[in-house]
Every structure is written in C-alpha cells, then in structure tokens.
C-alpha cells in the first residue's frame, strides 16, 4: 500500500514563498510519476507539476511557470514543490500524487484520472 503524506502548507502574502514536501512509503519510489494538483473551492482539481523520478521529466501548467519548481530526492522517498512569487489565484488544497509507470515509459500525465494514489492535501492560502 502507498502512502504519500503532504507537509508545507500555511498563510503567506502575496509574493512570498512555500515549499510543498511529499513523503511516499510502500512501494519503491522511483517506478512512479509524481505529481502535484490543486483545488479551490468550487472548482475542478487542476494539474500543477510532475516529475518522472527515473529520469527526473519534469512539467508545469502554465501559469506557475518559472515560479514554482519540482523536485525529488529519490534517496529519501521525497518530492517537493518550491512556489515563489505567490499571488492569490495559487491558493487552494494542493494534493501529491502518483502514477505507476509502465516500463520505459516517461511520459507526464496531467489529468486527475491517471493518478493512482493521493495524500490527504495541504492548504495554501495567499493574502492580498
């Protein structure tokens, strides 16, 4: 059983910073995409970053381009989410998840349907 634990969430300003972390327990880490997702009340769960872990493929959405960043550290079973410049709009429940890859195959997913297991998430909340 996989378990994937999000930590790093908290009220910051606008322009500030956080950083996500994603613990995994259970399987072995690197067979696996990892991703972040987040959710505002009210809307759809939407994609925000992964990382394929064994070659280290990484994609963004758009809008948090070039401010936030992935990251593993596949010694210690953990990913990361590094947001800098925050605005109001990133804030939301922001979910880690994995998908089990198939052999050879690196492609990103980026739907909610594709992932197999999710952490319980982590609020963000950005003030004006």
């Known amino acids: 059983q996989v378990q994937l634990i999000e930590s790093g969430g908290g009220l910051v300003q606008t322009g500030g910073a956080l950083r996500l972390s994603c613990a995994q327990s259970?399987?072995?880490?690197?067979?696996?995409?990892m991703g972040w997702f987040r959710q505002a009340p009210g809307k759809e769960r939407e994609f925000v970053s992964a990382?394929?872990?064994?070659?280290?493929?990484?994609s963004y959405t758009s809008s948090v381009k070039g401010r936030f960043a992935i990251s593993r550290d596949n010694a210690n079973n953990t990913m990361y989410l590094q947001m800098n410049n925050l605005n109001p709009e990133d804030s939301a429940v922001y979910y880690c998840?994995?998908?089990?890859?198939?052999?050879?195959?690196?492609?990103?997913?980026?739907?909610?349907?594709?992932?197999?297991?999710w952490g319980q998430g982590t609020q963000v909340t950005v003030s004006s």
């Open positions: 998840a994995a998908h089990t890859n198939s052999p050879g195959n690196w492609a990103i997913q980026t739907t909610p349907a594709e992932y197999d297991y």
């Open positions: 259970g399987r072995t880490f690197s067979t696996y995409t």
């Open positions: 990382v394929v872990l064994s070659a280290g493929i990484t």
